[in-house]
């Protein structure tokens, strides 16, 4: 087309295009993908720690998580789905040491660095390890189980100690028994027992449960994780022999190990460290080729009745910490968005300068369209006037009108949630593994969304908001039936009925006994 107008407005348009493109520089955002093997409390503080640091250093990180339930064929469809995503590194936590190992170096093969975390696949093809020594774990472990025996008036038999394990397949539990296994294989006066468990509380309730009927009772029975140690407790109250049998365990968070030994339901926790923020700046350390080390060890600590108190106040502050943190991250991704708000601004001024010129050239073509289509218009608008003015039509046009009192009425988001949340927390309410994430995964939010939005709205965390609709549902039942306490602490999701009853004191003031009085 040879129309000068024409030609003018097209240089201008390529103008306005290379201005834009010139204009907009990228950044470099480095995407690290996290394979978790299952879910729990431990696995949870990581995540939030990964997530909180996603800013906490010089480059832009983007941490995400995929959790594989404990499923091994889950977790390697979900490792190829974030390979196919664009990670720029993976850290993983092998399911199963063995059968990962070929997906682990199919993602290698394709140039990708892989940090294991916590866990090892069977293969030397990969980048860096970071996480706790699970041997040192079992050995500080066994240490401390002989010193809780010796302390113990055992009038003359062989002292009894029992270890339950996680499941075999896995590399914790095989190394957590090993440092366990060595300690007492150097103590021939023990009378040692191992169990082998699958990481549950159930299976560990069972397994303790068997033992007892026996009528030979372990004076110590060590699990390979707190929540395993919640079963054996379980069985040991319903047993009636509370008291007789020490429990140890090991990951010692708040909330768990720390609580059960404060409650004196344990005499220890071992606190296998988290540090998500550390396997952050690892994975950056590699991804720009600055020096890291290939075997990362995170140290450990016994949590004792002698020291939990300030564990307890320092595991607090680094939680207040970490929430800080998000707080942090939250104001620092709206600043960003408000740079690249102003950024984007500027290049729309610029282009919008050049789309005034090209408007002033067609200014005169514009005129002379809107004058053609009020033309139109004004004809369309005689024939509707002639439309309405006849009864007929008038009838007919009131059957597709809705009157506005017949409309319904608005709700609020913040109402429609809370009533959604409501019937999401009731229905999984007795459910002793809930979690949070959980929620957030029915309620279509992700972990940091249903905090701040439970936050915003109740003045309460998710989990506390869980905790306190278990207790008044537990109330209303105490009150208007006859079921056992115990049958009430499971019903609504405790574990344990001890754990419960100390629960409803400290909401209502009283024990759930004196209801029943």
Not at 182 to 196: D, G, L, Q
Not at 213 to 232: E, Q, R
């Amino acid at each position: 087309m040879n129309n000068p107008i024409y030609l003018i407005c097209r240089n201008l348009i390529l103008i306005a295009a290379i201005a834009l493109t010139t204009s907009c520089t990228e950044v470099k955002t480095y995407k690290i993908g996290v394979s978790q093997c299952g879910q729990g409390q431990w696995r949870e503080k990581v995540n939030d720690e990964m997530l909180a640091a996603q800013h906490l250093y010089e480059k832009n990180v983007k941490v995400i998580i995929a959790n594989a339930h404990d499923n091994t064929q889950l977790q390697i469809n979900q490792i190829d789905s974030l390979v196919n995503e664009g990670i720029d590194l993976l850290v993983v936590a092998p399911n199963e040491s063995s059968q990962l190992s070929a997906t682990i170096s199919e993602v290698r093969k394709k140039g990708l660095p892989v940090i294991f975390f916590d866990r090892k696949a069977v293969t030397d093809d990969y980048t860096a390890f970071i996480g706790g020594s699970n041997v040192e774990a079992g050995r500080a472990s066994g240490e401390y189980s002989l010193e809780v025996v010796e302390s113990m008036p055992i009038n003359g038999k062989q002292p009894f100690i029992m270890e339950i394990t996680g499941h075999m397949s896995t590399s914790p539990a095989q190394e957590r028994h090993e440092g366990f296994a060595k300690v007492m294989a150097e103590h021939s006066e023990i009378n040692y027992v191992c169990r082998e468990g699958d990481w549950t509380s159930e299976e560990a309730c069972r397994i303790t449960e068997e033992q007892i009927k026996t009528g030979i009772l372990p004076d110590l029975v060590f699990c390979h994780n707190d929540g395993m140690a919640t079963g054996v407790y379980k069985a040991v109250v319903e047993k009636k022999v509370e008291g007789k049998i020490k429990i140890l365990g090991i990951d010692g968070l708040p909330g768990e190990g720390i609580e059960y030994v404060q409650f004196g339901h344990q005499v220890g926790s071992y606190i296998y460290p988290t540090h998500g923020e550390k396997i952050v700046r690892l994975a950056l350390d590699i991804l720009t080729g600055k020096y890291y080390e290939r075997e990362n060890i995170l140290q450990g600590m016994m949590i004792t009745p002698e020291n939990v108190n300030l564990v307890d106040l320092n595991s607090r502050e680094l939680m207040k910490q970490n929430h800080d943190l998000i707080i942090i991250q939250d104001k620092l991704e709206a600043s960003l968005k408000l740079y690249n708000t102003e950024h984007k601004f500027l290049i729309a001024s610029i282009v919008g300068m050049i789309l005034l010129a090209i408007a002033a050239i067609l200014a005169m073509y514009a005129i002379w369209q809107s004058r053609k289509t009020l033309r139109e218009r004004q004809s369309m608008n005689e024939e509707q006037t002639l439309f309405y003015t006849d009864a007929s039509n008038r009838k007919l046009h009131e059957l597709f009108i809705i009157p506005e009192e017949q409309l319904p009425q608005p709700r609020s988001q913040d109402m429609i949630f809370a009533e959604q949340l409501n019937e999401t927390i009731r229905k999984n309410m007795s459910n002793p593994n809930l979690k949070m994430e959980d929620l957030g995964e029915e309620m279509g939010l992700s972990r940091v969304q249903l905090y701040r939005k439970v936050k915003a709205i109740t003045g309460l965390t998710p989990v506390e908001l869980l905790r306190q609709m278990r207790l008044q549902k537990a109330y209303s039942l105490l009150t208007s039936t006859t079921k056992t306490i115990s049958e009430i602490a499971y019903e609504v999701g405790f574990g344990t009925p001890g754990y419960f009853s100390n629960c409803f004191k400290k909401q209502f003031g009283k024990y759930p006994t004196d209801l029943r009085t």
